[in-house]
């Protein structure tokens, strides 16, 4: 079955510092893969993706995400942190198989200043 | 250009009534999603329209929810006989259809509070 898993709830990292969001999937073809960020009383906002090619992606704002295809894992990074940086992010996950797109539960990211 | 509009983006309804949900996509993109949100819980897909096939309607949890994409752009969700579980932050996506690897657009969503 497809799924995402996102094992975190809460990350808590120092501004400044480094930030790692996890993700781990499972999908029966090949994945393509999705970050996306949520601030309070909003809808999603896209940040990127992985269709194929490079394993490391860069995206909106300053993030990025390596796609792992052993590990299945596309875990969001930032190599330095902000306040504004701070919100719900979501990982998203859809094979060339069907018409879904899952997501994970949502990591609630707090920069701490 | 303009995003995802989604109305109202507060309901209050009492349980046992029927609620309607509206989604506007981007203008062009001929693929639409559904999802709710409900507190702690990722986003769970509810059903998904592509130009003019077929519904997937999988993801629809009671046959009390339904939705229809007229002309294939403006969407309603409609639930029926409202339970205070359907409680919940309905979300629209919308995305061009071209391929499986588009990026959705998500509209700012419709927070439903069921008493």
């Known amino acids: 079955a497809q799924s995402v898993a996102q094992p975190e709830d809460q990350v808590n990292v120092a501004e400044g510092n480094p930030l790692t969001v996890k993700c781990t999937y499972s999908?029966?073809?090949?994945?393509?893969l999705f970050w996306y960020v949520q601030y309070p009383n909003r809808g999603l906002q896209f940040l990127l993706k992985?269709?194929?090619?490079?394993?490391l992606v860069k995206g909106s704002y300053g993030f990025e995400a390596e796609f792992n295809k052993s590990q299945t894992s596309f875990h969001l990074k930032k190599p330095s942190a902000l306040v504004s940086d701070s919100a719900l992010y979501f990982c998203?996950?859809?094979?060339?198989?069907?018409?879904?797109?899952?997501f994970g539960t949502g990591t609630s990211l707090t920069v701490i200043p | 250009g303009a995003g995802v509009s989604q109305s109202p983006s507060n309901k209050v309804t009492e349980k046992g009534k029927d609620v309607e949900l509206r989604c506007d996509p981007i203008s062009g993109h001929t693929a639409l999603y559904w999802y709710r949100q409900s507190l702690g819980q990722g986003l769970e897909f509810l059903i998904y329209f592509q130009g003019n096939s077929a519904p997937d309607k999988s993801g629809l949890p009671s046959d009390r929810f339904s939705a229809e994409r007229t002309g294939g752009s403006v969407s309603t969700l409609t639930i029926q006989r409202t339970q205070q579980e359907d409680s919940a932050v309905y979300l629209c996506?919308?995305?061009?259809?071209?391929?499986?690897?588009?990026?959705?657009?998500f509209g700012p969503g419709t927070r439903l509070l069921v008493l």
């Open positions: 992985y269709i194929t090619g490079d394993n």
């Open positions: 999908v029966s073809g090949n994945p393509y």
């Open positions: 998203a996950v859809r094979d060339d198989t069907g018409n879904q797109f899952y």
């Open positions: 996506a919308s995305s061009s259809g071209l391929a499986r690897f588009e990026t959705q657009y």
